[in-house]
């Protein structure tokens, strides 16, 4: 009978990013300043990584050792979370001794189909930000899309990767802002756009609400931050979905 995989699952390895890089932080010279200067609460101690045998146990490690808010934003979705809920739903009983999980995707040959998806402010789990991600998703042969709402330049980002990396658009209502932002990705390498079309407004995050999420002090989000509207209190995403 068919195994269903629940979305959720597959989302453990975003975890396994945090976790990944909270770990590296934990051994990181200064982290203690660090751990102040980004509202982490972690620990002392902590598991050995050797310990840690499934995406399972890197989620509880990097639970343990993200701060409440932190976690709540990494581990949330939006409204009432139904896309956490989505079914993958296997094929079974194909022939697989032979396999060839190449594809090409607008001139650029892939091992496998597989692209770390845009997702915002990886410095919340790491000092390095999207750089680690952009090493990482290299030493995997993954090609990467980098979010507009990235917590490291897309520049810099480019000089960390050594695979294919493509560039998320939230575009802006200011339209030669969000040409000068495409040509930047364009300079610094990236080999594709891809435009986000359905997020007129920013989805209902209960999550991060509640847990009164804003950047920490040192996280920001270099591409937009020339547009992004001053708040009466802590500045969050929202401003980037303002206009």
Not at 18 to 35: D, N, Q, T, V, Y
Not at 80 to 106: A, G, K
Not at 207 to 229: D, N, S, T, W, Y
Request: proline share 6%; aromatic share 6%; glycine share 6%.
């Amino acid at each position: 009978m068919p195994i269903n995989t629940n979305r959720r699952d597959v989302l453990k390895l975003s975890a396994l990013v945090a976790a990944s890089g909270a770990l590296a932080r934990a051994a990181s010279p200064g982290h203690e300043k660090e751990k102040a200067a980004s509202n982490v609460a972690l620990p002392a101690g902590g598991a050995n990584l050797e310990e840690l045998v499934s995406l399972f146990d890197f989620e509880a490690e990097a639970r343990r050792r993200m701060s409440h808010m932190e976690w709540e934003y990494v581990n949330g979705a939006a409204a009432d979370e139904i896309t956490m809920r989505w079914r993958l739903n296997p094929r079974v009983l194909n022939d697989v001794s032979r396999l060839d999980t190449r594809v090409t995707l607008f001139g650029q040959e892939l091992p496998f189909p597989i692209l770390l998806a845009p997702t915002a402010l990886h410095r919340l789990a790491h000092p390095q930000g999207e750089m680690a991600t952009a090493r990482g998703a290299s030493q995997s042969d993954a090609a990467m899309v980098l979010s507009t709402m990235s917590s490291i330049a897309v520049e810099d980002v480019a000089k960390a990767a050594s695979r294919p990396l493509w560039f998320q658009l939230y575009a802006q209502s200011d339209r030669g802002f969000t040409q000068h932002l495409v040509e930047r990705a364009q300079a610094a390498g990236c080999r594709a756009l891809c435009v986000t079309v359905d997020t007129p407004v920013d989805g209902a995050r209960n999550r991060q609400q509640r847990a009164h999420f804003h950047l920490p002090p040192g996280v920001e989000m270099p591409h937009l931050k020339a547009i992004m509207k001053p708040a009466a209190g802590p500045l969050t995403e929202q401003s980037a979905f303002a206009g």
